[in-house]
């Protein structure tokens, strides 16, 4: 690795290079088909995916920038650190290092900086995609019995889906200085791409604050106000706050990576989120390719969240994300005062 890129340059592409390898274990532990699901709380499930791939992050960056503070989503109850050897990655990715530090950035310590860890976004859809993937009817049939948390509604729209829900898993690291997120990863598992003929499965999108984006085409905004929102938790507050938006499409769809990707690759122009679920780990690294790419993430009444090891966990009052100022400032002015006071009461 080169040494002579700035600190946050090279832990950017380290995470690049990080996450490429989890997303490669998010894949190997659904082709085992063992998931080793725990539920951790209502409508919040843990797998065996998230487990592994939390490791080897935090284990990877940790053994190269040892003063980082990191979060990650998941509790390591036997604090086990030790993993195995081919989890440990040292590369950076290559184009990723060739970028221009802001001059803000360049003076940065490790000790400055908390990294916050999603390694699995979108479990609830990882674990009905592996649903899906029973290609036997009888097999599926008796999982679907088995399945702890899923109703005929959301198996009926699973069987639409074309088994898509794959694609709505991402692997989040995002890197913060000051509370502020400043660089992210979004990598994606299963993207399906020809390369060179080729196909290939995954894909890792990437940003710098004051520095650029990359790893996916960006697109314009769409026309008419597209809304992406929650497919698996939503409420009776999360549906009021998208009734009022009045929206042409809101697309219910997994993951706080894959709705940002959306706003990124100008499937949709606005994410509202009018609940308290959502976590800093969920938005942190999102946060920071969405603003770097020209678009907004606050809460629902528009201040946007900190992000130092001291700062609660949950994101309290919501999210609101946009693609561009003028979008992130119509939603924020469309929530009405009594949705604000119940979220903040909540
Ligand atoms: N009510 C809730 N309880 C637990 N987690 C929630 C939640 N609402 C949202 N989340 C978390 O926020 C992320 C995005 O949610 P959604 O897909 O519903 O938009 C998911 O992250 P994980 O899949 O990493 O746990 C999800 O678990
Ligand atoms: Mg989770
Ligand atoms: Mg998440
Ligand atoms: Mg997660």
């Given at each position: 690795m080169s040494n002579s890129a700035p600190l946050i340059v090279r832990l950017l592409a380290s995470s690049v290079s990080v996450a490429n390898r989890a997303g490669k274990i998010v894949r190997d532990v659904m082709s085992k088909g063992e998931l080793g699901i725990v539920e951790k709380g209502k409508d919040d499930y843990q797998t065996e995916a998230d487990r592994s791939a939390q490791k080897c992050i935090i284990a990877s960056l940790s053994a190269q920038y040892p003063k980082l503070c990191i979060i990650g989503e998941e509790d390591n109850p036997d604090n086990e650190t030790e993993v195995p050897s081919d989890w440990l990655i040292v590369d950076a990715d290559k184009e990723v290092l060739l970028l221009n530090c802001p001059d803000s950035l360049l003076?940065?310590?490790?000790?400055d900086i908390v990294v916050w860890v999603d390694p699995l976004d979108g479990t609830a859809e990882y674990t009905q995609g592996a649903l899906m993937l029973k290609r036997n009817p009888w097999e599926r049939g008796k999982m679907y019995l088995m399945h702890p948390f899923i109703s005929m509604k959301w198996y009926l729209s699973l069987l639409q889906s074309n088994?898509?829900?794959?694609?709505h898993v991402t692997v989040l690291i995002g890197i913060a200085v000051n509370e502020k997120p400043v660089a992210g990863v979004i990598h994606q598992p299963y993207y399906k791409s020809i390369v060179d003929g080729e196909k290939k499965l995954g894909r890792t999108i990437w940003g710098l604050q004051e520095a650029g984006v990359g790893g996916f085409s960006s697109a314009a905004p769409p026309d008419s106000l597209i809304i992406t929102t929650t497919r698996s938790h939503s409420n009776p507050l999360v549906e009021k706050a998208l009734q009022v938006m009045e929206a042409s499409q809101i697309l219910r769809v997994g993951g706080a990576g894959y709705k940002v990707l959306q706003l990124l690759e100008g499937q949709a122009s606005v994410y509202v989120f009018a609940s308290p679920g959502c976590k800093k780990w969920d938005t942190c690294g999102p946060e920071a390719i969405l603003s770097a790419a020209g678009g907004k993430l606050t809460d629902i009444v528009g201040n946007f969240y900190k992000y130092g090891a001291s700062e609660s966990r949950p994101n309290k009052m919501g999210v609101l994300a946009a693609v561009n100022d003028d979008l992130h400032k119509y939603a924020i002015s469309k929530i009405p005062q009594e949705l604000k006071e119940a979220l903040a009461n909540k």
């Open positions: 003076g940065v310590k490790e000790e088994y898509g829900f794959l694609e």
